[in-house]
């Protein structure tokens, strides 16, 4: 069972900077893909970001230009990278990962985005 642990949350001011880490129980080369996806009170989980295992990725349109996510193969590890964040941008952010069919997810983090 593939364990993916979310960190880096929290309260920022509209107009900072965050960024998310997600640390993967094996090697994250093994992943088709890794994704972020975040979940506002009350609505759909959203896609935000994902990395394929060629190294590209791709954003939501709402997120574009201003969130960056990358990778770090010798930590197991990917990141989001989040700037010029909005209100709108308030949510649980969870880490997924897939193998094929096989998804894995992440608990979640919470960043909130308020004066």
């Known amino acids: 069972q593939v364990q993916l642990v979310e960190s880096g949350g929290g309260l920022v001011q509209p107009g900072g900077s965050l960024t998310l880490s997600c640390k993967a129980s094996e090697n994250i080369f093994n992943f088709n893909s890794m994704r972020w996806y975040r979940q506002a009170p009350g609505m759909e989980r959203d896609f935000v970001a994902s990395?394929?295992?060629?190294?590209?990725?791709q954003y939501a349109d709402s997120v574009k230009d201003r969130f960056t996510m990358s990778r770090d193969g010798a930590k197991n590890t990917v990141y989001l990278q989040m700037s010029s964040l909005k209100p709108e941008d308030t949510a649980v952010y969870y880490c997924?990962?897939?193998?094929?069919?096989?998804?894995?997810w992440g608990q979640g983090t919470q960043v909130t985005v308020s004066s």
């Open positions: 997924f990962s897939n193998i094929l069919s096989r998804e894995n």
């Open positions: 990395i394929n295992v060629g190294g590209k990725t």
